[in-house]
Every structure is written in structure tokens, then in C-alpha cells.
């Protein structure tokens, strides 16, 4: 039994790197502290516990995980420091030797985080306590909300697919996810709490029921009929699990936004096969084309990624000729990291820093203009925007369905709401479409 008189008026800071995942697990571990008496530090408040959550996803992403544990140490001297998330998992050892760490959480012990907190004194050395890959098995429910308008709800962890520069399967085990009872439970929660707009994220949410045997078709619907949801969104799904059912699901649901984020990695059929993706452009192009016969209007963004082993320049020609010719809205590009233990080190061919720069320039640009085309054919047409709580003195920001960012002038009253707004011109920075609103 853990005494939780330790915790009393102690307070925290938590720090969160990578994905959205990442995030609504922070938010769960801030209220588990929270029902045990410890409150969030305010700004340059001393906090006596530090919660790091980490990003493996790239070198980059380790690196500055160590920068931030480093800075946190300094800011809140005497603290106890948790350290849990990716990198932990993968690098226990050298996150528990960066000074001033007391204790390293794998993804099977975060969920167990009071325990390991102790009686809060600082340990001489750092633990690590982390489970080898084929006991990660727990499901960590989690329901984040990102604001006010938004909340996170995590529906499945892990993967199994292992593909050939990926680290993820090894620092968040294999895929599992909560039950459709308990994953409606938390949306009806999320309303409660104001909630208008509920994001599903997760590793590889397509591959959601992997240990209860039910499948995503059969969540969505039952998300869909939960009152008082104005909106869901699908964060991200594989294309080979984006079945034409889902799909047909999305365009007849008055609830599930047309906003789909599909990771294809490349555009060549040659590099699919050097990553292990379950794919090729054929199946990708098809669910592009069946959305858009759906949905004319979706917004489809793409996951790409530059200078993978293996991608020549021939190769990367071929992936940007598909990309160029495919009717999608927005790419996300990533630079290929390497990643230790990952099977796509056996692959002799590198690509050079620079180029693995020119090719990321050139999506980057081909993505500007899709979303810039994407935004003008909106112009002059009038769409539901959901508000978002804005900054002070600052203009208001929100999405219409097929996630549109407008922009219209201040005004608290409209926070959380969705109006009709008539979409204008481009803002000054070319970040949004200027709105006008017709309530
Ligand atoms: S599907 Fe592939 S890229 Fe995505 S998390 Fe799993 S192994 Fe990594």
C-alpha cells in the first residue's frame, strides 16, 4: 500500500518530448500525482519532482531529451527526477547515469510511477527499471486534453509491424489497446469535461484489437454514437489498414471529421520494400482515390521520409514524381535517422547529410504548394469552425472540418463553439485563411 502522505502539497513540473501519445500519457500521469496530493509547480516555481516523458524517434529526439533532463536538473536543484517514455526504454543505462536522474521507467513500469517514487529522496545513483520487450504487455489508458477544445484520447500502444528503420516496436512493445466499453467510457468523460473535439491516437490505431479481438471499424462506431462529441479525428493510420469500410464509415459520419493522415514513407515501390512496409504505391494511390471519390473535400496529409538507406537518386525521383501526381493536401517529411538495432542498417547504400537536405527541400516545397492550392479552392465558401481558446490581445484560431486553420478576431465568448465562419483570403503570414463570422 503506498503511503501517499509523502505527496502531500508537494508539487511537480512535467516535461514531454515527441508525439501526440506521448502527451496524453503525461496528462495521465499529472493526474495520477494530482489525486495523490501533488500539485502542478507554477511558473519558476522550485518543484520537488520532475516527470521527463521521452522521444526516441530520431538521434535528434535523444539528444534532446539529455539537453532537457540536463536543464531541469539545474532549474529545480534537490528535486526527484522520474525519466520515463522511448528513450527510456531503449537507454536506461545512459539515462539513469545523467546527473541528477533518480529513477528510469520502462513502458511497462510508468503505469506504476507512485510506487517507484518512494519516499521521494534522491537516490545516489540513478535506477532504471525497465522490462525486456516481450513483457511489455500492460494497456496505459490515457485521455489528454491538448486544450480546451481538443483532447487526446489513446486507444491502442505497440506495434508489431517492425518496419526496417523503426525503433518504436522496441521501446513501446507489441501491439495492444484498450476495450470499446472502457474507450467509450472516456469519450463520455472527455464530454463532461467540455470537450467538443476527441483526437484517436495511438502507434498503429489501424491495428487497434489486437488483444480484445475487436476491431477499428467496430470502435468508430461505437465512438460515433457517443452524445455531445462534436467532432473525432483519426490521428494517423496505416494504409494498409485504411480499409474502403473505414473509409465509407468516415464519408457517412456526421461526427468523424474528412481529415485523414496516412503514412507512406516513400513514393517508390523499390524503398517500400527496403523498409518492410506492408504497401505499395498501387494500394496507397487507391485509398487516396477512393477518399477523394468519398470525400472530394478531405484533407489528406502524407508521411514521407528522405534519404532512407537504400535511396538513390533514381529512387527518390521516382517518389517524387508519385508524390507530385497524387491528390493529397499536405507531406509531413522526415529525415532518415539511424537507428541503432534497426534492420535497415544491414543496408550498405547511405544517403549524405546535404542530399538527404535537397531531396527534404524538394518535398517541402512540392507539400507548400498542394496546401496552398488545397486552401485557396476554400475561399469564399462558408464552414463550421471549431474555436480555440485564444492568446490574449491575440486573433482566434480554429479548424473547420477538413482542417482548414481560419482566423478570425478575438472574442472569449466564442471560445470552445463551433460557428459559421466565411472563409477570405490568406492572414498576413499565410498560416490560415482569414474568416468572417456568421453566427
Ligand atoms: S508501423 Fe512501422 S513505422 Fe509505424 S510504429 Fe510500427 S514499425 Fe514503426
Given at each position: 500500500m503506498i503511503d501517499t502522505n509523502i505527496f502531500q502539497d508537494k508539487t511537480a513540473v512535467y516535461y514531454t518530448l515527441g508525439c501526440k501519445l506521448n502527451f496524453s500519457e503525461t496528462s495521465t500521469i499529472a493526474r495520477i500525482l494530482q489525486e495523490a496530493g501533488v500539485r502542478t509547480a507554477r511558473r519558476g516555481e522550485k518543484a520537488d519532482i520532475c516527470v521527463v516523458n521521452t522521444c526516441s524517434v530520431t538521434e535528434v529526439a535523444d539528444k534532446k531529451c539529455r539537453q532537457a533532463i540536463h536543464k531541469l536538473v539545474k532549474q529545480h536543484p534537490g528535486a526527484f527526477v522520474l525519466v520515463t517514455g522511448c528513450y527510456a526504454q531503449l537507454k536506461p543505462g545512459t539515462v539513469a547515469d545523467i546527473?541528477?536522474?533518480?529513477v528510469v521507467l520502462g513502458a511497462e513500469q510508468k503505469k506504476d510511477l507512485l510506487h517507484y517514487l518512494g519516499d521521494l529522496h534522491k537516490k545516489e545513483r540513478g535506477e532504471a527499471h525497465t522490462s525486456a520487450l516481450k513483457d511489455i504487455r500492460s494497456f496505459v489508458p490515457s485521455c489528454s486534453r491538448g486544450d480546451r477544445t481538443r483532447f487526446f484520447l489513446k486507444v491502442q500502444d505497440g506495434c508489431d509491424y517492425f518496419c526496417s528503420y523503426c525503433t518504436i516496436p522496441f521501446a513501446r512493445g507489441r501491439s495492444r489497446n484498450g476495450s470499446i466499453a472502457s474507450l467509450v467510457e472516456q469519450a463520455r468523460q472527455a464530454v463532461a469535461e467540455g470537450g467538443k473535439e476527441i483526437v484517436l491516437t495511438g502507434?498503429?490505431?489501424?491495428?487497434?484489437?489486437?488483444?480484445?479481438?475487436?476491431t477499428f471499424l467496430d470502435l468508430v462506431r461505437a465512438l460515433d454514437e457517443v452524445e455531445g462529441v462534436e467532432r473525432y479525428r483519426i490521428s494517423s493510420i496505416e494504409p494498409n489498414l485504411l480499409t474502403d469500410e473505414i473509409i465509407d464509415f468516415v464519408a457517412s459520419s456526421r461526427r468523424f471529421m474528412p481529415h485523414f493522415h496516412i503514412p507512406l514513407?516513400?513514393?517508390c515501390d523499390e524503398v517500400l520494400k527496403l523498409m518492410r512496409r506492408r504497401y505499395d504505391t498501387d494500394l496507397f494511390a487507391s485509398k487516396v482515390r477512393r477518399i477523394k471519390s468519398e470525400m472530394p473535400d478531405a484533407f489528406i496529409g502524407v508521411d514521407v521520409i528522405v534519404?532512407?538507406?537504400?535511396?538513390?537518386e533514381e529512387y527518390f525521383e521516382r517518389s517524387h514524381d508519385f508524390l507530385q501526381g497524387l491528390d493529397v493536401t499536405q507531406l509531413h517529411v522526415f529525415s532518415y535517422s539511424e537507428r541503432p538495432g534497426t534492420q535497415a542498417l544491414k543496408i550498405d547504400y547511405v544517403v549524405p547529410p546535404q542530399e538527404k537536405h535537397r531531396r527534404s527541400q524538394r518535398l517541402l516545397e512540392l507539400s507548400d504548394g498542394k496546401l496552398h492550392a488545397f486552401y485557396a479552392l476554400h475561399v469564399g465558401q462558408t464552414m463550421p469552425v471549431l474555436l480555440e481558446r485564444p492568446k490574449p490581445g491575440m486573433p482566434m484560431h480554429g479548424f473547420t472540418p477538413n482542417y482548414i486553420r481560419v482566423e478570425v478576431p478575438h472574442d472569449d465568448a466564442l471560445d470552445n463553439r463551433v460557428v459559421n465562419v466565411r472563409l477570405g483570403d490568406f492572414n498576413a503570414e499565410g498560416t490560415a485563411l482569414q474568416g468572417e463570422i456568421l453566427i
Open positions: 546527473e541528477g536522474v533518480d502507434v498503429n490505431i489501424g491495428d487497434f484489437g489486437r488483444s480484445t479481438g475487436e514513407q516513400s513514393g534519404g532512407t538507406r537504400g535511396e538513390t
